[in-house]
């Protein structure tokens, strides 16, 4: 008897162990950080996508600049100066891929209706997709896009709602819900065809890029591996048209079963650099 109790007790110190170690070795594993930062960045190259699109459009289709290049045919029902709403507008990258200026490939079409204009405080935008990939990376599921207005700061903010799903190239996939306010920081008053007061002409290129946004928020997802996890936005998210990564900002995730995760996208610069904290050790990922 005293013999089987050593084996017991021998057996059960080996499993906790090597549970132990397992737990370990998960609790450094940056899958969850890397999955939610694809789907944050893909999500909001799509709002970028919206937002260039339904301004551009706003405007009679007086100059078609973005900063995604010339891959995407943009159509309008009804079409423009017909000023009726809702319109649906299709902005349809092809069936094949196309690299646009902005360094990713595309295909496939975003859809969506709007219910007034873009920059009319009220205006509600639904998008949706068809058969739509970036760089690989499938993009399935609903958007949506409310102007609230002005907010005490002056600046024009947005409700955003994702309920989406992402397949990876190697076929995993990955589901993200979430709840967002958008700030328009700076940049709402310029565009493409903005006189350049310095140094005459028109602000072109820089009349584009110059929009920043402030995003804070919260989200839910399950990564490429099955883990469940939540996530809150703890300072806010900087990003800017033209530049195809989060600029700044952190955001802390809690994994199921897992130690909390804290991402650091850095202070501003626009570069696919980021770090993640776990337990207070700190590992470098790269976006994408």
Not at 100 to 114: A, E, F, L, S, V
Not at 178 to 186: A, K, L, M
Not at 261 to 276: F, K, L, Q, S
Request: glycine share 10%; charged share 20%; aromatic share 12%.
């Amino acid at each position: 008897m005293k013999k089987f109790s050593i084996i017991y007790y021998t057996i059960f110190a080996i499993a906790v162990v090597f549970s132990s170690c397992k737990k370990s070795k998960l609790d450094k594993e940056t899958t969850t950080s890397t999955d939610n930062s694809y789907a944050e960045n893909l999500f909001n190259d799509v709002y970028n996508i919206v937002d260039e699109t339904a301004n551009d459009e706003e405007s009679n289709k007086t100059t078609n600049y973005y900063s995604f290049g010339n891959c995407a045919t943009v159509t309008v029902s009804p079409d423009w100066p017909d000023t009726t709403f809702p319109k649906t507008v299709t902005v349809d990258f092809g069936t094949s891929y196309c690299l646009g200026t902005d360094g990713k490939k595309r295909k496939g079409k975003i859809i969506y209706t709007m219910s007034g204009r873009y920059k009319t405080s009220g205006t509600q935008i639904s998008v949706s997709f068809d058969d739509y990939y970036v760089n690989d990376y499938k993009i399935e599921g609903t958007k949506s896009i409310t102007n609230n207005g002005k907010n005490s700061d002056g600046h024009t903010n947005f409700t955003i709602s994702v309920n989406g799903n992402i397949t990876t190239p190697d076929n995993k996939e990955i589901s993200w819900e979430s709840t967002r306010n958008r700030e328009w920081y700076s940049g709402e008053e310029t565009g493409y065809m903005t006189p350049d007061t310095i140094n005459g002409g028109i602000l072109g290129w820089n009349g584009l890029t110059d929009d920043i946004y402030h995003i804070t928020g919260s989200a839910i997802g399950t990564n490429s591996e099955g883990r469940t996890y939540t996530l809150t936005i703890t300072s806010y998210l900087q990003v800017q048209i033209g530049c195809k990564w989060i600029q700044k900002g952190t955001i802390e995730i809690q994994p199921d079963g897992l130690s909390k995760r804290v991402i650091d996208y850095g202070t501003g610069d626009c570069d696919n650099n980021a770090t993640v904290t776990i337990k207070g050790k700190t590992y470098d990922i790269l976006l994408k």
